[in-house]
């Protein structure tokens, strides 16, 4: 109960990932974590098994670039406690995502999907600003240079998956 607390604390801010144990298990669930709310918000494009890859590949893709700009500014060590940031507040938002994700599915032809795509977005604002503050804290930089890392990171993880299975999830 402890970890959910802290990664509700990154959500609003109020905790650092270095208030996160840096512990292999931990790594492994927020991992699982991530790629189950993934699937569960993007399952209603009704091809699961494609879903189901796409899902693990954007998340070991994701960790990879993290793992390697930790590399390159010599913190690997901060590897465990960023990634359970990363991924475990990100889970966290997907759950939020997820009945967002399914009214918009009921919506999607209407003009009545201005609100969901609406709070999909901001929702989307929110999960980067976690992690730039989470890129932030990790290798102690600046915001700019931290946003533009995170960005970085996540455009990489687009191509990619792109260059993989030709399609962007």
């Not at 954007?58 to 465990?80: D, H, P, S, T, Y």
């Not at 533009?148 to 687009?158: D, E, K, M, N, P």
Request: hydrophobic letters at 60%.
């Amino acid at each position: 109960m402890n970890v959910l607390k802290l990664l509700l604390d990154l959500c609003l801010f109020q905790a650092k990932p270095q208030d996160l144990p840096a512990n292999s298990t931990l790594v492994v669930a927020t991992t699982v974590a991530a790629i189950v709310t993934n699937i569960l918000t993007h399952r209603a494009d009704g091809q699961i098994p494609m879903v189901v890859a796409m899902s693990m590949a954007q998340v070991i893709v994701f960790g990879f670039a993290i793992w390697m700009v930790l590399r390159w500014k010599l913190k690997v060590e901060r590897f465990r406690q960023t990634i359970t940031a990363i991924f475990g507040t990100s889970a966290l938002l997907q759950l939020v995502a997820w009945p967002v994700v399914g009214w918009l599915y009921q919506v999607k032809e209407s003009p009545d999907a201005s609100m969901p795509m609406t709070l999909l977005f901001a929702l989307s604002i929110w999960v980067l600003a976690i992690a730039v503050y989470v890129i932030k804290n990790a290798l102690e930089l600046g915001t700019g240079v931290s946003f533009l890392i995170t960005v970085g990171c996540q455009v990489f993880t687009l191509i990619v998956v792109f260059i993989v299975f030709g399609q962007i999830g």
